[in-house]
């Protein structure tokens, strides 16, 4: 695999994590995470068990949604910067990269997925 096969696919697969963030919008998810951490450390909030038990949840799903996103999002990052370090590109070592994009490209899916 040539040099310029394995950018263009990183290329695309960063369109890709990119539009994904568009939809999941990590930073309102932080933001929100925050207001629930703030409501949790609220003395009262066990008070009503039901309500507390569904932003418990609620918490939980963003938590995970944004901890699989970031980390498909710093190894998207980190392959580029590979990419951009590495001028020479052997069969052996574009193999491992396209690998390593392919392991990257399931994580995003599973993104999309939910």
């Keep these: 695999m040539e040099k310029f096969e394995?950018?263009?696919f990183y290329q695309d697969f960063l369109k890709r994590i990119n539009d994904i963030k568009q939809v999941i919008k990590?930073?309102?998810?932080?933001?929100?995470?925050?207001?629930?951490?703030e409501q949790?450390?609220?003395s009262s909030f066990w008070n009503n068990q039901k309500e507390a038990?569904?932003?418990?949840s609620i918490s939980k799903t963003l938590k995970s949604k944004l901890e699989k996103f970031n980390k498909v999002?710093?190894?998207?990052?980190?392959?580029?910067?590979?990419i951009e370090l590495d001028d020479e590109i052997g069969d052996a070592k574009a193999?491992?990269?396209?690998?390593?994009i392919e392991e990257?490209?399931?994580?995003?899916?599973?993104i999309e997925i939910e």
């Design 73 to 82: 999002f710093s190894k998207i990052e980190e392959l580029g910067i590979l």
């Design 104 to 110: 990257v490209k399931n994580q995003g899916n599973e």
């Design 53 to 56: 038990t569904r932003i418990t």
């Design 40 to 42: 949790m450390s609220d």
């Design 26 to 37: 990590p930073d309102a998810i932080k933001k929100e995470l925050e207001d629930i951490d």
């Design 95 to 100: 193999r491992r990269q396209r690998k390593q």
């Design 6 to 8: 394995i950018v263009k």
